[in-house]
């Protein structure tokens, strides 16, 4: 694994005072800091409700890190406040279905939620207390269900992170590999309410090279994720896009911004990412998708 991969994991799930690229480079490449109640550094992955006006995002730095949900009324954001259900554990990286009736996040529990925090292995390194699963979780009339694990075929490592939903329910996520220690992508169908055997994701990468960070089209007519296949960039890991396509996805093209734990927003044409100087940008797809109508 490249060191640029392992500076926004160190930094966001270790809590290391490891430096990303500096703000200065990106800058030269990356769009403005967006706006909205992400007000801290480290601030990262908002998910948004199918309306825009209510966003759930990660908070905090390593252990410390837990989920918080803000809400906009008449254009205006409320400060963000703890969501229930993530007030022991490091729980990071939401995602929002795109009707927004549950939520897909990733923590450190256990898995029968009682017991040690989740270690963690990637890069050929061991991480204790640092691993992840993915867990469900409605939304209700009231506020929140209790979060349930996603089954084996999904979580087949404690080093399983970054979800991303599709409209069918099916689910996409990275996972480290455990021969090369590097980041793949994969995606676990939903079918008749059961998530299938996870099959690995091709986009033309080799198995020395990260591919994570996912975010997918509701219809899964594009993803969007992070990598650090060459060229390598002096700003730190570039987001790339590619299209589905009869025989596979296409070959992926460069966005030309640095960038990880991309998010779309609620119109699936504006992309919302953690920038090197830690946080939380934006960029308009709507270069990249002519003639696509938004989903």
Known sequence: MRCHRLLPILALILGSTVAAASAQAAAAVASPAAAGPWTMEHDASPAFAPDGDTVVFARGLGSTRRLVVAHRRNGTWSAAQPVPFSNRWMDLEPAMAPDGSWLVFVSNRPA???????????????????????????????????????????????????????????????????????????????????????????????????????????????????????????DGDHLYIAFATPGGWSTPRDLGVAGNEARLGADHRTLYFDAPDRRIHRLSLAAWLPGRAAH
């Open 112 to 234: 029968s939620g009682a017991g040690q925090p989740l270690d963690g292995r990637w890069g050929g390194q061991a991480y204790p207390g640092r691993g992840g699963n993915l867990w469900r979780v409605e939304r209700t009339g009231t506020g929140w269900g209790t979060p349930v694990r996603l089954p084996d075929t999904v979580n087949a490592s404690t080093s399983t992170f970054s979800p991303a939903l599709a409209g069918d329910g099916t689910i996409y996520f990275m996972r480290a590999d455990p021969a090369s220690g590097a980041f793949r992508l994969w995606r676990s169908r939903r079918v008749h309410g059961r998530y299938q055997v996870a099959q690995a994701v091709a986009l033309g990468s080799s198995g020395t090279v990260s591919d994570y960070d996912p975010a997918v089209a509701p219809d899964q007519s594009f993803i969007v994720f992070s990598s650090d296949r060459a060229p390598a960039s002096p």
